[in-house]
């Protein structure tokens, strides 16, 4: 038999006689013990994976078989349950334990029907070698078979708590309160989880400190100028009545400006007529005709030429923070900037007043 330690290697033996240590002295398994144990061992990792662990301590043992029989609920051979428990009950282990765990063999009560007999047979009623105090004696039926293998084994439900019925009604109503229990902190406890996930995607939603920072910064800086556009705003409405004389006197000017164009193209066209073409309109409205007029092309021209000189010379002089226009007298951050290729206005052909650029891409606006 096996020792009752589940560490605890077989008794070794010599021949029929078992050799016992001496007491007090820790003796080491013999060789035939280890050869044993390996064998053990080699059969568990074969069918149930190198993580296997034999199993030789009888009432953990009994406790496997019981509870494979209960949920295999039919009866099973020794082959069948070393099988099904892949080995790790050592088969010397597991006959012992089931025998401890039948009922009598001779047992006329078994609960098994003696139907495959031709007659019936005179059997002697014999006493179960089980030990009493066993919680495991009894909890097993058995049926002789031909031989030791074929010998049938199934858990025997009235040895059972609440006879095989289950737990008790205290025991089953206390379980079934605390599934219940269980259940609603289950429920509470995912309620709080889908709060925190709703809390977290609100949060990586909302920008980070810096993030608001910066935007602050950029936010401010569009008010300060919002803020300067509304007060410009304020002082062009307050002088709405200046705009309107200003205005006047433009349109004024410009009055005055086509008269005396008119007169002076309508002297040059007279000119041109009566001396056939000697003095020639364009070339004196260009700068280059026999008479020196102060045309509006003539200023458009020079001031076009000068800019144009200014701006070469302006390459060479990257430390000047001059403009090549002029110099400019108001804060372009509270006032419109004018145009750096504006050098002068003119008439168009409609008799209107419009601006002319340096640039050939800039036309007239």
């Known amino acids: 038999k096996a020792n009752n330690s589940a560490n605890t290697l077989p008794p070794t033996t010599h021949g029929a006689k078992q050799v016992t240590p001496a007491p007090g002295k820790k003796s080491q398994p013999s060789a035939q013990a280890m050869a044993i144990h390996r064998k053990w061992q080699a059969a568990a990792e074969s069918m149930g994976g190198p993580e296997a662990r034999i199993v030789v301590d009888k009432k953990a043992a009994k406790k496997l078989i019981v509870d494979l029989l209960y949920d295999a609920?039919?009866?099973m051979n020794i082959t069948q349950i070393h099988a099904a428990l892949k080995a790790i009950v050592p088969s010397p282990v597991l006959k012992q334990c089931l025998d401890d765990m039948a009922l009598d063999k001779d047992d006329d009560e078994n609960m098994f029907a003696e139907s495959d007999d031709d007659e019936p047979k005179a059997k002697k009623?014999?006493?179960s070698t089980a030990?009493?105090?066993?919680?495991f004696a009894g909890a097993l039926a058995f049926k002789?078979?031909?031989n030791s293998n074929t010998s049938l084994y199934f858990l025997?439900?009235?040895?059972?708590?609440?006879n095989g019925n289950g737990l008790e009604i205290d025991a089953r109503n206390q379980l079934h309160t605390e599934k219940a229990l269980a259940e609603q902190e289950r429920a509470k406890l995912k309620s709080d989880v889908n709060q925190m996930e709703a809390d977290t995607k609100r949060l990586l939603g909302e920008?980070?400190?810096?993030v608001a920072n910066a935007n602050l910064e950029t936010a401010e800086a569009a008010m300060n100028n919002l803020r300067e556009t509304v007060e410009e705003a304020r002082k062009l409405k307050v002088n709405e009545k200046h705009k309107k004389q200003t205005k006047r006197r433009i349109e004024g000017m410009t009055t005055q400006w086509r008269k005396r164009r008119r007169l002076c193209m309508d002297f040059l066209i007279s000119m041109e007529e009566n001396t056939d073409g000697t003095i020639s309109m364009k070339k004196c409205l260009s700068g280059d005709g026999q008479i020196d007029v102060e045309s509006d092309e003539k200023a458009i021209k020079d001031s076009k030429t000068y800019a144009e000189n200014k701006r070469a010379r302006k390459k060479f002089k990257s430390v000047s923070k001059k403009s090549w226009i002029g110099?400019?007298?108001?804060?372009s951050s509270s006032?419109?900037?004018a145009d750096e290729n504006f050098i002068g206005v003119k008439l168009n052909t409609q008799g209107l007043i419009s601006r002319v650029f340096l640039d050939d891409n800039n036309n007239d606006k």
């Open 73 to 75: 609920f039919r009866p």
């Open 131 to 135: 030990n009493s105090s066993d919680e």
């Open 156 to 162: 025997d439900h009235t040895k059972q708590k609440n």
């Open 327 to 331: 110099t400019k007298t108001q804060d």
């Open 125 to 127: 009623k014999k006493k």
């Open 335 to 337: 006032q419109i900037a």
């Open 207 to 210: 920008p980070t400190n810096e």
């Open 144 to 146: 002789t078979g031909r």
